[in-house]
């Protein structure tokens, strides 16, 4: 059974940063891809960066890139998203989910874990 359970999130001021975890079992990790999407309050889930285990390519929304790095421990079956220079407008639920081969949209990616809440405050 596939399972992804997210954490770290939490509440930090504007500024700072988080690191969210994603422990992946139930698969052969390094075979696939591990993306993040948000989701605010009253919006759509967005997608916010995607890895491919299997090779190390990363990926990143305009929105988050150069202040959100994302990286895999393979041994652990982990995939962390740091998150860095945090601003009010990333507060949302953080969820990952897996994908055969990655991509930007929640239709690739079949399986889902139930979420982390970020909350950055001005």
């Known amino acids: 059974e596939v399972q992804l359970v997210e954490s770290g999130g939490g509440l930090v001021q504007a500024g700072g940063s988080l690191r969210l975890s994603c422990a992946a079992s139930?698969?052969?990790?390094?075979?696939?891809?591990i993306g993040w999407f948000r989701q605010a309050p009253g919006k759509e889930r967005d997608w916010v960066s995607c890895?491919?285990?299997?090779?190390?390519?990363?990926y990143y929304a305009d929105s988050v890139k150069d202040r959100f790095i994302i990286s895999s421990d393979n041994a652990k079956n982990t995939v962390y998203l740091q998150m860095n220079s945090l601003k009010p407008e990333d507060t949302a639920v953080y969820s990952c989910?897996?994908?055969?081969?990655?991509?930007?949209?929640?239709?690739?990616?079949?399986?889902w874990g139930q979420g982390t809440q970020v909350t950055v405050s001005s």
């Open positions: 890895i491919n285990v299997s090779d190390g390519s990363t």
């Open positions: 989910a897996l994908s055969p081969y990655g991509g930007l949209y929640e239709y690739e990616y079949p399986y």
């Open positions: 139930g698969f052969t990790f390094a075979a696939y891809a």
